[in-house]
């Protein structure tokens, strides 16, 4: 089962539910290998639930994309380039106008999380701490999504995010790559206090 590390399931909220949150954490923390088999029987036995919770939970990561059904069950999806396209197409659709969006209303409490997470980003691009590096660039987004004020629009975000995530780990491990992948929230960052400020609709962010 990899490197799954699970936490303690309560009754409140609905099991299902619980378990689609762990299993979505476990894949966005990279616990799966490419490919790797989940096996419902094992995993209700390790969260201490029955099956149904946890089909439920596969079966709608799968519809998400988030996994996949192949041979023997369900499993953790393998990256080919024509996927990674699709979703990164759907990304530079999505996120820049979303971007300044967020943008137009970001709180004091909010630039204050974007800055410590890009200074997180940077620290553990100097560590060569590729975990840490992508913890923190996962806490960036997550600071400037959460201030969008369309719901479906910040889970088709997260999405997104969680399905580019198995690319992202493997070219994070590239120095330059991370060297690269840091100017994006430099300058969405640097550009946030002129834009509470000004509010101009001509403002480009790019990430």
């Given at each position: ?10 009754r409140?909220p ?11 954490h ?7 290998q490419p ?9 209700s ?13 596969l ?7 988030l ?12 990256p080919?380039?024509?996927?990674m396209?699709?979703?990164f ?6 996120e820049?106008p ?5 943008a137009?209303?970001m709180?004091?409490l ?10 997180e980003?940077?620290a ?16 960036f987004?997550s600071?400037?999504v959460?201030?969008?004020r ?6 088709v ?8 995530g198995?690319?992202r ?8 790559t ?6 994006g ?14 509010g ?8």
């Amino acid at each position: 089962m990899n490197d799954l590390v699970f936490g303690e399931i309560s009754r409140s909220p609905p099991l299902a539910e619980q378990v689609y949150d762990i299993m979505r954490h476990q894949l966005r923390a990279g616990a799966l290998q490419p490919g790797a088999r989940l096996a419902d029987l094992v995993l209700s036995r390790t969260l201490g639930v029955s099956r149904s919770p946890v089909r439920e939970a596969l079966a709608r990561l799968v519809a998400e994309g988030l996994l996949v059904n192949g041979e023997g069950g369900v499993q953790a999806p393998v990256p080919t380039v024509d996927a990674m396209e699709h979703v990164f197409d759907l990304r530079r659709l999505i996120e820049p106008p979303s971007a300044r969006r967020a943008a137009s209303h970001m709180s004091e409490l909010t630039l204050a999380a974007l800055d410590g997470a890009l200074e997180e980003i940077r620290a553990a691009d100097r560590r060569g701490d590729v975990a840490a590096f992508l913890e923190a660039n996962y806490a960036f987004r997550s600071a400037w999504v959460g201030r969008i004020r369309n719901p479906r629009l910040r889970e088709v975000i997260f999405r997104f995010d969680d399905q580019a995530g198995a690319v992202r780990r493997e070219a994070a491990a590239l120095h330059e790559t991370n060297r690269r992948a840091i100017i994006g929230p430099k300058a969405f960052k640097q550009i946030l206090p002129w834009r509470v400020v000004i509010g101009g609709p001509q403002t480009d962010v790019s990430l």
